[in-house]
């Protein structure tokens, strides 16, 4: 069930995941749509009266059960691949593009494009309320994904390198896995543990995801599972 945030914000609790809720004056938006739950757009609207649409931060299975129940809804186009032919999605994506605005009605939410862990991710910037909803781009307690064909290292520095330039814009972060809130000084200390990867310096050990050996290189607040190569 959806948990209360604040006056206008809630978070839904999954085994490892987690998505949001979050209502303006005249509209609200379910940020994701879960990993088990199957009636995300159901639950949503017993907690508000307000017009519903949804956002997608990125098309990974473990944020789009319940986007059956959406005949449209907003994703970036680079995730539209995973999302039709790898996972057999339905409805009809909206394209999101970098800097667009979604304007609940005295609360306007900014789409920052984050690529890396996929190639569309991305996060929604509460301006008013100097909150980042992150999706799985930050996190604490958390391995965070960059192997497979369409997680990039390369571009995931350059999307916390882009984080961390707006940093002066927000005071939280909340992520999609981990920890529920973290603050901006997180960013640059994954941001150097990444570059240190790059250069060849990073420790790591061997272990297994989905039947795949990876490297984990912890990073202190949170562990990134790269290609064994």
């Keep these: 069930m959806f948990e209360r945030l604040n006056e206008n914000t809630w978070h839904f609790e999954e085994p490892?995941?987690?998505?949001?809720l979050l209502e303006g004056e005249k509209e609200a938006m379910l940020l994701d749509s879960g990993k088990i739950t199957a009636d995300a757009r159901e639950q949503a609207q017993a907690v508000t009266e307000k017009p519903l649409f949804l956002l997608n931060t990125h098309a990974d299975l473990d944020h789009v059960r319940s986007n059956y129940e959406f005949e449209t809804f907003y994703m970036h186009p680079s995730e539209a691949f995973n999302y039709y032919k790898r996972f057999k999605g339905t409805g009809e994506f909206l394209p999101l593009h970098d800097g667009q605005i979604f304007d609940l009605g005295g609360r306007p939410l900014e789409v920052i494009l984050l690529a890396g862990h996929t190639p569309g991710s991305v996060a929604l910037l509460d301006i008013n309320a100097r909150t980042l909803f992150c999706g799985d781009v930050l996190g604490e307690n958390y391995n965070i994904f960059l192997f497979g064909q369409h997680r990039e290292i390369h571009a995931y520095l350059n999307s916390l390198?882009?984080?961390?330039g707006m940093m002066d814009r927000f005071d939280r972060i909340y992520p999609s896995h981990g920890v529920l809130e973290i603050g901006p000084g997180h960013i640059p200390v994954l941001r150097e543990g990444v570059e240190k990867i790059l250069r060849g310096e990073g420790s790591y050990v061997l272990?297994?995801?989905?039947?795949?050996?990876?490297?984990r290189y912890d990073l202190g607040l949170a562990g990134l599972l790269c290609d064994n190569e």
Excluded: P, Q
């Design 16 to 20: 490892d995941v987690r998505f949001f």
């Design 161 to 164: 390198k882009k984080l961390e």
């Design 207 to 215: 272990t297994e995801r989905y039947n795949t050996t990876v490297r």
